[in-house]
């Protein structure tokens, strides 16, 4: 090795490179320590210029930082809390047990059931007050025991702000739930975030019921034509939202809570913005007019109606101002009157009032002017005819709520239709009065004779032409008084729509014939001259041929009650072309007798109205065969019409009758009555009134029965039971025990079956008969019978059972 290079050794070589080592490592650290001074140094700045308390303790929960905003707010230097344990400078006391605890508990276990979280609690300062903080601990882990920083911050300005925002909305909120409007608040989507109580009762809906619900797309908002104003809000600025008709059960899906949902509602919205100016809320709060605009439709309606009735009630109307100046009439004034406005005006309407009655009309109306009182009297008013007829005439005064007159409302009803009934009234009342004198005086017409009868039947007893001709004059007499009763019971049965027709096919000719036959007694005994025309062929008519014959019959009685004796009455069958060219039965009865006055014509066929001739009423007759006759062919379809050229020169009745046109099945042949053999019946005779069961029983005695009497129901029970006769003859209407009782009980009795039972009662009516049917009864006969044909019935009876 030259140059004095010697080899260096190496364990010297590698002294060198670990000193190297040595001297880069600690110039590593000398930096490394200039950089946690500096990191120390920086986070030392941050630490005491943070805004928040940091404080750190040790294991042992004292204090070994504490930074400047800690003095603070806790008052205490940091000298007097490093070193301290922090439960005793800074936590409540009633926490310190459960902080210590939770500190230890950490050390043993490692539970960290505060660290890593942002924590509320309440802390304490060094003048003993406390206040509410954010707490947030950390762990820091060293070669040593570990230690644990605290971030706090005062929250007391939070927390009492929060406190006011809670009471804002508190209040807020009851102040919502208690308005008594509806409020509804919208996010500014059109969303409703809140509704109150209000809202709910005007829309029948709860907040849920909304779901989707936007405002801004209410097609029913838009139909209305308010959408727009709605809208306004949203852009910002608050808007009157003009009242419309809303139906929330078109937009909202729910079952609506109000019968009637309809409302008519108006609002006013308004946007509440932040300090930005953007629209973070609208309030819309709902006017409900509904009441209103229904009370505002019911008096409209209530108007319309007024005008309708007022145009279209029969009466005359009119209102007047407080003074009497009629301002306004109805429709059917102008009508009847045929006036108009203008010549109405003022006090024009005096022109249409009767001249005479005219100037009491006005006394009395300024009267009631002068006093307030309602105003009523009859007068005549004039139509556009030129006629005057009666009108009631009441005007009421309308007044306010002080009692003032606002207006007088009138009303003219015509009467001149009751003053006619009135007059129709007092006609029928004199012509019922008539009726009843007639009554009595063709009740004692038959009855004098009658009467008269009995004396000469009593004087004469040896004259047999004397007895034969009063008999005859009797039975005569009797016939009057039971056609007399018939008619009587045919107006009472028209009266109660009880008459009820019988029809078959009949030939009118025979008919008439027979009618002509049964009234021949009394053409002898006027000794009129009656004569018949009948057709050439038979006329055949579907009709009850009772009631024709009645029809007929009272025309031809009529004609001979009103013919002076020894006249003429013509009876004529005619068929005639009748309307819609169908033929008809056409019956004249013309005779040459009193006649009829025109003005009587057109009433001829009135109830009780009779022909006066001026000849002191001598005419017997109740006035209802006519009303009868006429009411009977109407029931089958015919006419009846009276003719007469009045006074002297005689009358003539034209009734019709429809026809058979189609060729029916013949007749059959009517059978001549058979009348068995006379046969001893042994006949119990029943009545309470003594004279008839007497006297019928000496008439069935002369024509060979045997007979026995009883004059009530129970009697006639016992004697029916010991005499088992073949038939009784029971009255219905008797004391004790009526008709009807005695004769169940006869049937229900030992041999009871087999006997005859016949009602002879007054009582004829079709419910009369049909209930003597029902009591066992095997016929129905009305007093007073016929002899004859109460011997015929006899004679051909078989008692029950045999043959």
Partial sequence: MSGGDEPVPSDYAAALEENERLRRTIAELVSLSDEVRESEARKSAVIEHALDCIITIDHDGRVVEFNTAAEETFGLGRDQAIGHELAELMVPPEMRAAHRAGL????????????????????????????????????????????????????????????????????????????????????????????????????????????????????????????????????????????????PRETLPHENRHEDAVRWVGAVAYPLKDEHGTVREVVVVHDDITARRRAEAAVQESEEKLRLLADTIPQLAWMAKPDGEIFWFNRRWYEYTGTTPEEMHGWGWQSVH?????????????????????????????????EFRPFLTRVNPLRDDQDHILYWFGTNTDISGIKRMEAALIDADRRKNEFLATLAHELRN??????????????????????????????????????????????????RGKIELRQERIELASVVTHVVEAAEALIQCVEHDVTVALPPHPVYLNADPIRVAQIIGNLLHNACKFTDNRGT???????????????????????????????????????????????????????????????????????????????GLGSEFVLRLPILVDTPTPLAPVPSPTVSLPKRRTILVVDDNRDSATSLAMLLEVNGHQTHTAYDGAQAVEAAATLQPDVVLLDIGMPTMNGYEACRRIREAPGGTTIVLIALTGWGQDQDRQRSQEAGFDHHLVKPVDPHALMELIGALSRRGEG
């Fill in 446 to 495: 038959p009855l004098a004779p009658i009467r008269n009868a009995g004396h000469i039947l009593r004087m004469a007893t040896d004259n047999q032409e004397v007895v034969r001709s009063t008999a005859e004059m009797v039975e005569r007499q009797i016939g009057h008084l039971v056609r007399l009763v018939d008619d009587l019971l045919d107006v009472t049965r028209i009266d």
């Fill in 104 to 247: 230890a508990r950490f050390l043993e276990t490692g539970e960290r059931k505060m660290i890593g979280r942002r924590l509320e609690v309440p802390a304490l300062r060094a003048d003993g007050t406390t206040f509410p903080t954010e707490l947030a601990i950390t762990l820091l882990r060293t070669d040593g025991p570990p230690l644990f920083t605290a971030h706090l911050r005062d929250i007391s300005e939070r927390k009492a702000l929060e406190a006011s925002l809670r009471a804002s909305e508190a209040r807020f909120r009851a102040l919502m739930e208690q308005a008594p409007f509806s409020v509804q608040i919208f996010d500014p989507d059109g969303h409703t975030i809140r509704v109150n109580r209000a809202w709910e009762e005007l829309w029948g809906a709860s907040f849920e019921d909304l779901g989707g619900y936007n405002i801004l797309q209410d097609q029913q908002l838009a139909a209305n034509g308010v959408l727009a104003h709605v809208e306004r809000a949203f852009a910002g600025e608050p808007s009157f939202v003009p009242p419309s008709r809303y139906d």
């Fill in 354 to 386: 009767d001249p005479e009655a005219l100037p009491k009309v006005v006394d009395r109306w300024k009267a009631s002017l002068a006093t307030g009182e309602p105003f009523d009297m009859v007068f005549p008013l004039k139509g556009g005819d030129g």
């Fill in 569 to 647: 009455i013509a009876v004529t069958v005619q068929v005639e072309e009748g309307d819609g060219h169908r033929p008809e039965a056409v019956i004249r009865i013309r005779d040459n007798g009193v006649g009829i006055p025109a003005e009587q014509l057109r009433r001829i066929f009135e109830m009780f109205t009779q022909v006066d001739t001026s000849l002191e009423r001598s005419r017997d007759g109740l006035g209802i065969g006519l009303t009868l006759a006429k009411t009977l062919v109407e029931m089958h379809g015919g006419s009846l019409e009276a003719c007469s050229d009045g006074i």
